[in-house]
């Protein structure tokens, strides 16, 4: 059954480097999706991608967020500057289509730590 | 904002003791709810789409409904293998953005 892969599945970095975290989509999705849950609390929405452009983002993306999808397989979330705040779970996800009753396909995760 | 809220928190079942998980969510007019299954350091796997009140849906133990105001998962003769945490999650008015409970974490003892 087709997945959505993760790399990698853990993240070391020490606070104020660049980290880019890598997911290949389910390869008939067109919408992506990148979630986040910091330990012991809910899965949170960070932002969703179409066509090459964010669809919808929540407060939590700010200007040290930033997607990309850079060929045909592969999306990335890059986070410019980390902070200690940003160690959390990051979930990609992607769907064939929008809709309320199309299901997001979530990755493993890869577990960010900052130090 | 759309709440979604799930209870119990966890809940500890003996092999074969059925039980039930809910989902209460308050939303500006219901545009489907999803179930989904999370095992430890790993990511949702989905389960159900339920879409109109009435719905059901069944996967070997899982059965799901969805009212008008909530969503039952009910577990039938559980096994130690269906031992996970459940989770819920609406779609927002734009069907991008999934609003998560906060899940219920299922212990099934041999």
């Known amino acids: 059954e087709p997945e959505v892969t993760q790399t990698p599945s853990h993240q070391v970095t020490q606070m104020g480097q660049e980290v880019i975290l890598r997911c290949v989509p389910i390869s008939n999705h067109l919408y992506f999706y990148w979630y986040r849950q910091i330990l012991g609390q809910k899965v949170e929405f960070l932002v969703s991608f179409y066509n090459n452009e964010i669809s919808e983002k929540s407060e939590i993306f700010d200007d040290q967020f930033s997607v990309e999808r850079p060929d045909g397989s592969n999306f990335t979330l890059k986070i410019r500057s980390t902070k200690l705040e940003d160690s959390a779970m990051y979930f990609c996800?992607?769907?064939?289509?929008?809709?309320?009753?199309?299901?997001?396909?979530f990755g493993d995760g890869t577990r960010l730590s900052i130090l | 904002e759309d709440q979604v809220t799930q209870s119990p928190e966890a809940l500890r079942l003996q092999e074969g003791e059925s039980s039930s998980l809910n989902c209460s969510y308050t939303?500006?007019?219901?545009?489907?709810l999803f179930w989904y299954r999370q095992d430890p350091g790993k990511g949702p796997e989905f389960l159900f789409t339920l879409y109109s009140a009435g719905e059901e849906k069944e996967k070997e133990r899982l059965k799901a409904t969805l009212t008008k105001k909530e969503s039952f998962l009910h577990i039938t003769a559980p096994k130690p293998e269906d031992s996970a945490t459940y989770l819920c999650?609406?779609?927002?008015?734009?069907?991008?953005?999934?609003?998560f409970g906060a899940g219920t974490t299922v212990t099934v003892r041999a």
């Open positions: 999650a609406v779609p927002d008015k734009s069907d991008y953005k999934l609003s």
């Open positions: 996800a992607s769907s064939v289509r929008q809709g309320s009753n199309q299901p997001q396909h």
């Open positions: 939303v500006s007019g219901l545009r489907g």
